[in-house]
């Protein structure tokens, strides 16, 4: 995780587990940026996204608090499975915990949402 910090250590604690627990469930990367961003926030974003070691199949969720400000930017390969709708709905979710106060919870339920909309469905095999 990346951070612009200000966390505790429980609570930074709280937030990597969420990324483990979301990188497990859907096999792709998690990265949270929380922090002043310098400039227009999509190409901030964007670029910071790139500079991840697997990109394409990689999910930023950026976040500066006191400009109040959130982007997620989702890796090409991510995308195949992680829909913009499902992005949407997890941002208003991290926006609406953020409105009240709650940044981490915020950050813990939008990588939660992301991870459960990215997820592979089972397939269920009969054996003959």
Do not use: W
């Amino acid at each position: 995780m990346a951070s612009g910090d200000g966390f505790s250590a429980d609570q930074r604690y709280e937030i990597d587990r969420a990324i483990r627990a979301a990188e497990t469930l859907c096999r792709y990367e998690f990265s949270v940026f929380v922090g002043p961003i310098t400039g227009d926030p999509a190409p901030f974003a964007q670029r910071l996204h790139a500079t991840l070691i697997a990109p394409a199949r990689s999910v930023l969720i950026l976040v500066d608090p006191a400009a109040r400000l959130l982007e997620v930017v989702t890796g090409a390969v991510v995308r195949r499975d992680l829909h913009d709708d499902a992005v949407r709905l997890a941002a208003v979710a991290m926006e609406s915990a953020f409105s009240e106060g709650d940044l981490v919870g915020g950050i813990i339920r939008g990588v939660n949402q992301l991870a459960d909309a990215a997820r592979k469905p089972q397939t269920l095999h009969a054996s003959s």
